[in-house]
């Protein structure tokens, strides 16, 4: 008993182990730093603060960073190349703390894939000795509509900073100034491009230096020859030509000249080469996510990333791994002509644009086969028809008059035959119905033509408000009849006996009428009120004409009988 519970308990545990090596694809994004380590004794280095998703698209990053502030400084924080168009906090540093932090989002569809840029760091050394860059927190949101951290790492990294290697034209000569601490407003980052063409730089003069000495040249180490007395905290170029640079620069007190500080500065302002958008199924077809190739270079500081932008929606970002290694696939598209705007932008921020104009063709438009003009409110509306795509979806669209569309979504049967039915009695009124069809590609037709439907009450509601109406109409007609045959007598015979009297009996008579003629232009009235809210039914339209007849026919006896 003992030994087999043992062997259980070993299979449990080895299953534990096992699964505990299986990665999480749910969770597969890490913040990490480039480089990662290296030996720095140049006075500046920087440092890419990187995202990576491979495997699931992610919209918003954010992270704090510790540096030690014994050994290093920030001297600026640069977001050109950004993976991030938003910034819900502006990269921020703190040389007090030693910490660095930010958070950016990426616009929709978000970023995946390896190695995109947040932002990049530029540190001055302090002192000699190792220095470690950790995060002290940080996430990575996926773009799931929830907002998943699908964080799984936050990569450190680790530098030793060296001494500045002294020039060897001053090596033997102690006493002199230390190589100058130079740092760029415009172009702070040796390691990044710029598209400014007019750099300029600062340093500080120590107590005592007496002369500067300068010299920009393309190569790495130079001994500068172009002096400045009194010196200089400051200089300034214009047009400068594109590529790589150095800003040699030596300080002099009255022991001679110091050591030599070579600062690199990098312009590019060209865009990257033009180029051309390849459709691989053609500018015109039926499949609603097409694929396209596109693809250029940049001769001096490389392509960085592309923008995409359909039509009317927002640009989005791509990578370059993303189109070189695979065709982009467009997102789902609708049916209809529209225009692609690819934009490249190379590691200086310079772009190039390529367009083009596809088309979407759209499927088959569905066919309704039965369905009523005119349905009882008592009854369920049934509507058939048929499509040229069987298992396909057909979205029903649902109108009462001027109130909301109501979607409702059936499957063909694998002849291509549907049937949609209320899954409730429609009030009475106007109804417009319209359907369109979506294959499993996410495919889509035009909409079929707008069906006019009229539900109308019950034939007992209806036939109890026609004898509401009729049966006092009817009434009041033959009322109205006798009370002007009979007046017509009364006043033949009044008139020859006494015109007083007469007076009298035609005053009574015509005030009737008016009574009567009153009480039919009140149901009129309420008649009519309702042919403007909703269609009249065929018996109420009947109604509505005998009462205008019998109106015609007062007004028509009143002018032949005017009251004296």
């Known amino acids: 008993m003992r030994k087999i519970t043992y062997i259980s308990l070993s299979v449990i545990i080895l299953a534990f182990a096992f699964l505990a090596t299986i990665p999480y694809v749910a969770h597969a994004a890490t913040l990490h730093f480039s480089p990662s380590s290296g030996t720095h004794t140049r006075t500046t280095f920087s440092v890419n603060v990187l995202v990576s998703s491979a495997d699931q698209a992610m919209n918003a990053a954010s992270g704090i960073i510790s540096f030690p502030k014994d050994k290093l400084e920030v001297v600026s924080l640069s977001k050109i190349g950004s993976i ?13 703390s030693g910490i660095i932090s930010f958070e950016g989002i990426v616009l929709n569809p978000g970023f995946i894939g390896s190695n995109g840029k947040a932002l990049t760091i530029t540190f001055r050394t302090k002192t000699a000795g190792p220095a470690s860059l950790t995060f002290s927190s940080g996430s990575v ?15 450190p990294a680790a530098f030793f900073l060296d ?33 400014k063409s007019d750099p300029s730089f600062a340093w500080e003069l120590p107590k005592g230096i007496t002369g500067v000495r300068l010299l920009v040249d393309t190569l790495l180490q130079t001994i500068p020859t172009v002096t400045y007395i009194p010196p200089i905290s400051s200089k300034e170029l214009t047009a400068v030509e594109d590529g790589t640079w150095y800003l040699h620069i030596q300080f002099q007190n009255n022991k001679g000249w110091g050591e030599i500080s070579h600062f690199r500065f990098r312009i590019d302002t060209q865009p990257p080469e033009q180029f051309a958008i390849e459709f691989i199924d053609g500018t015109e077809t039926k499949n609603p996510k097409p694929t396209v190739i596109f693809d250029t270079t940049d ?14 929606g927002d640009f989005v970002s791509v990578t370059t791994e993303l189109v070189r290694s695979n065709p982009y696939t467009l997102p789902l598209q609708k049916p209809g002509r529209r225009t692609i705007l690819v934009q490249a932008f190379d590691n200086a921020g310079n772009y190039s644009v390529a367009t083009e104009r596809f088309s979407i063709e759209p499927l088959h438009t569905p066919v309704f086969t039965a369905y009523p003009r005119e349905l009882r409110a008592d009854e369920m509306l ?14 029903i669209w649902l109108q009462r008059e ?20 209320t899954d409730k009695k429609l009030a009475d009124g106007t109804y417009k119905l319209w359907a369109e069809v979506v294959d499993a590609r996410g495919a889509q037709s035009l909409p079929t033509d707008t069906l006019t439907i009229t539900i109308v009450q019950p034939m007992l509601a209806r036939i109890g408000f026609f004898l509401a109406v009729t049966v006092p109409l009817t009434a009041l007609a033959l009322l109205l009849a006798f009370v002007t045959r009979h007046g017509r007598h009364t006043f033949t015979v009044l008139k020859k006996k006494l015109k007083k009297e007469t007076s009298k009996a035609e005053h009574a008579v015509h005030k009737t009428l008016s009574l009567l003629q009153a009480d039919a232009e009140s149901h009129a009235t309420l008649l009519k009120k309702a042919q403007h809210e909703r269609q009249l039914t065929t018996e109420e339209k009947k109604v509505l004409r005998q009462l205008k007849k019998a109106l015609d026919d007062a007004d028509k006896l009143a002018s032949k009988n005017p009251e004296t």
């Open 84 to 96: 991030f168009g938003l910034w819900v906090q502006e990269p921020y540093f703190s040389n007090t």
């Open 141 to 155: 949101l996926a773009n799931d509509g929830k907002g998943t951290n699908i964080l799984s790492g936050l990569d």
């Open 163 to 195: 001494e500045v290697a002294p020039n060897i034209a001053a090596a033997g000569i102690s006493g002199t100034p230390p190589a100058p601490i130079v740092f760029s407003p415009t172009h702070p980052d040796p390691t990044a491009w710029y598209a």
């Open 299 to 312: 001769s001096l500081s490389g392509i960085n990333y592309y923008k995409v932008k359909i039509g009317e």
């Open 382 to 395: 049934t509507v058939t028809g048929e499509t040229q795509y069987p298992g396909s979806q057909i979205i």
């Open 402 to 421: 001027k109130g909301i569309p109501q979607k409702s979504v059936v499957t063909s049967d694998q002849d291509g035959k549907f049937i949609f039915t």
